[in-house]
């Protein structure tokens, strides 16, 4: 394969070729490869202009290096470059000697003949004092060599190509294509060990099926369906097909070791560092192949949805204000299980037991990023966060929390059929 320097290496070559070809045929001509109009600049003299004015993928080979890399993403084989190089070009001289008509006839004959550029054509070239800034070129190692074909291009098309050169007159002129030039990264691939042993393994397809999630507190409380899901509960997973060979439990990601596990209920204790919010569960099935047998990826279930409410605690400290005038406090919130950093935490307050002739209260306080002052400003998680409320009435309130989605509860009495818990009191 080819570094960088492949492109300009072709050119390079080129150019020698057609040099030496036509010192032989028209003495003192000479090969440029500037643009056109800089080849018409000044007076009229012998030569021919060598000019790459498009450069394409080439169609054979475009996808020949795919798939570059694994599926973790690390390269398995260096990726590659293919490039079909389309040249114009441009003969000058003498018109009433017909010089650039004999040019053209030099050009093409040369072309025609010796239409594949060799390894020994590159190396004489990068060998040339001429072409010493190609010298890092490996363009000769290539595994592919470069052919020049004729390009036809219609009178339209060469008129197209000519108005692209702002001012430049047309001149006697014939199109050609180089391919393909193979253009490699210079990243080194990771190369596996060779396979030592091949097996060949027949499973049925068994796509598992998450029905619905159910709940119970710890290992002995009964299972519940569509009850509110606490820290440490264990989450039963109904569904279908859910039994493999080897079956893992992901939680947002993270792989869990299941509890019971057979075709129609999956058990997994929910691990003590989750935060409150909304997270996701999936079954994953491992198959147990190759020599000796260890667990490769199998089939995955769909993924679930499910909130993991806070519980918590509050309290009320440095009340402001006295009177009839609205009171600032600041309320401390506990949370089971902490609550992280960069969760948003939304505070609510509902009055409790209001008067019949007035609506009851209620207040709500997104709480902002947490302070320097406080204990747990500089870790991820925290146990508890400081509110500063204002603008409350004297009263007590029921208190809510909501974490990303997730919102605590609020215990339901039976006996005076309201919640009552839990509240603080604003004097």
Known sequence: MSNYQAIATVTAVLHRNLQAAIDADVPGAKVGTGRPESAQNGAPEAGVNLFLYQVAPNAAWRNADLPARRADGSLQRRPQAALDLHYLLSFYGDEPKLEAQLLLGSVVRTLHTRSVLTRKMIQDTLADPLFGFLAESNLAESVESIKFTPSPLSLEDLSKLWSVFFQTPYALSFAYQGTVVLIESEAEPQIAL???????????????????????????????????????????????????????????????????????????????????????????????????????????????????????????????GSGDAPRRVDIRIGFDPKVGKSQRVVLMLNEYRPPADRPARAYSFAVPPREASDPDANSDESSSIQVHASGLRPGTYMVRVQVDGARSPLRFSGTLARYDWPRVTIH
């Open 194 to 320: 060779p396979v030592r042993a091949r097996n060949v393994y027949a499973v049925p397809f068994r796509q598992p099926t998450i029905e619905r999630i159910l709940s119970r507190e710890g290992d002995v409380a009964p299972v519940v369906a569509d009850q509110p899901i606490y820290a440490r509960y264990t989450l039963i997973l109904a569904g279908k097909q859910l039994r493999g060979d080897l079956t893992r439990v992901r939680i947002d990601g993270t792989k869990v070791e299941p509890g019971e596990v057979d075709d129609a209920r999956v058990s997994v204790t929910l691990p003590g560092d989750l935060r409150p919010g909304v997270h996701s569960v999936q079954v994953v099935q491992y198959a147990q192949i190759g020599t000796p047998p260890a667990p490769h990826p199998g089939f995955e279930s769909n993924v679930v949805a499910f909130d993991l409410n806070p519980k918590i605690t509050a309290s009320v400290s440095n009340p402001q």
